[in-house]
């Protein structure tokens, strides 16, 4: 299964996007790129997933490279809520299997 | 309002004794799953099931059990052999299992202490 590496941490200003990277250089082609949260806690929450295209919701938008090896979460306007652990995570090749690394620790300051 | 129900959200117990922890969800979804989370560390995946009367070991396995007899429940049994089974507990829930899983739909945890 294709792993992923996230920075440790990271802080953002309240209003201003947060951009969270996400290095996954082994996916293979048919795995997607799954983006989910977790409020201290709490169960978390998903975000947004893709496989090649970029995508948006009413959440956040995925930017991912055209090589696939990397992808941005772009969380556009900050708020203090949005402070949470931010998992990147790829599906693995066996079937329903989601495994979630450490993840970044995402702090959003007034 | 639909979702999945994690009970109890917390739970005491002594070493050597199995305690069930209860996941129901009423989203109609076909797979549920059962993670566990340490202090500061990432969930790790304990037992999956596709559809009802099936269920895959997932990478912590071992001292755990699990059943699937209707379609809304998926009971998680910490047994004594778990050496260190104090964590906090995640049910979750999805459309299918798959590659595309889309989103899985987390409950709200359970917290295992042995004292």
């Known amino acids: 299964d294709a792993k992923t590496t996230q920075p440790t941490s990271m802080d953002c200003a309240e209003g201003r996007a947060a951009n969270l990277p996400c290095n996954h250089s082994?996916?293979?082609?048919?795995?997607?790129v799954y983006w989910y949260r977790q409020i201290h806690s709490q169960g978390p929450q998903y975000i947004i997933h893709?496989?090649?295209n970029n995508e948006t919701n009413e959440m956040a938008s995925l930017i991912i490279t055209e090589d696939r090896k990397s992808s941005t979460l772009i969380l556009p306007h900050a708020t203090l809520r949005d402070t949470a652990v931010y998992y990147c995570i790829v599906s693995g090749t066996s079937y329903g299997k989601l495994t979630f690394g450490q993840g970044t620790i995402l702090t959003v300051h007034p | 309002d639909g979702g999945i129900t994690q009970s109890p959200k917390y739970l005491f117990r002594k070493e050597g004794q199995n305690v069930t922890l209860s996941c129901e969800q009423n989203?109609?979804?076909?797979?549920m799953y059962w993670y566990r989370q340490d202090p500061g560390q990432g969930l790790r995946l304990i037992y999956y099931s596709q559809i009802v009367n099936d269920f895959q070991k997932g990478d912590i396995a071992e001292g755990y059990s699990v059943s699937r007899e209707k379609k809304e429940s998926f009971p998680l049994t910490v047994t004594s052999a778990q050496k260190n089974p104090t964590a906090f507990y995640l049910c979750?829930?999805?459309?299918?299992?798959?590659?595309?899983?889309?989103?899985?739909?987390f409950g709200e945890g359970s917290r295992l202490t042995v004292l």
């Open positions: 989203l109609n979804h076909d797979a």
């Open positions: 893709g496989l090649k």
């Open positions: 979750a829930s999805s459309r299918a299992g798959g590659l595309d899983t889309g989103e899985l739909f």
């Open positions: 082994t996916i293979s082609g048919n795995e997607y």
